[in-house]
């Protein structure tokens, strides 16, 4: 019995030396960070690169991406808790945290509105459209998402420039 339960273990050994080894799982980056990517958002809607970001610094960067009036002002002032009309990091970091699902749904709203009004989806576009060449390419694209979600990834990112590039690595804008 000793003799047999040692073969099996030999036939095992060497099964096992024929199969090829496991490959590890690549370690998930998700580089930059969400955090490094919150300081970024910070930084292109920090102005005048103090240590705050004033109401109306918020102002352009969200009318930046179309979004403009009463709702941007509740949610600049939900996420001023101190009423200051500044947004220290801590403050900033719980907006880029929480607040995006607010972006997210301004966004639609406009979106949903804008079935009716094809005016809203053109302004969007422009701007989004930073160098006003009629296309939204990567790095116009990665400046919006930096504010509307600091946690995207460039999967993300790359995912959303080839759902709509018709090859020049840009989407076009309406004709």
């Known amino acids: 019995a000793i003799c ?4 099996k273990a030999k036939a095992l050994q060497k099964t096992a030396e024929r199969m090829p080894a496991k490959e590890k799982k690549k370690k998930r980056t ?3 960070s969400p955090i490094e990517r919150m300081k970024e958002a910070f930084g292109i809607m920090n102005l005048d690169d103090d240590t705050n970001i004033s109401k109306e610094e ?3 960067a969200m009318a930046s ?3 403009e009036g009463k709702e941007v002002e509740n949610l600049f002032r939900r996420f001023d808790p101190d009423k200051s009309g500044f947004l220290d990091k801590q403050e ?10 607010d972006l997210h749904a301004l966004l639609k709203r406009g979106l949903a509105a804008a079935d009716e009004n094809e005016d809203t989806i053109l302004k969007a576009f422009e701007a989004w459209d930073v160098n006003q060449d009629g296309r939204i390419c990567k790095d116009e ?3 919006v998402l930096v504010m509307l ?15 709509g590039d018709v090859g020049d690595g840009c989407h076009d804008g309406p004709n």
Do not use: C, I, V
């Open 4 to 7: 047999h339960a040692f073969l």
């Open 30 to 32: 998700n580089k930059p």
């Open 58 to 60: 918020f102002f352009k």
């Open 65 to 67: 991406l179309g979004l």
């Open 92 to 101: 900033f970091f719980a907006y880029a945290a929480k607040g995006t699902s």
């Open 141 to 143: 694209l990665e400046r």
């Open 149 to 163: 979600n600091p946690a995207f990834t460039k999967k993300d990112l790359t995912k959303l420039m080839n759902a």
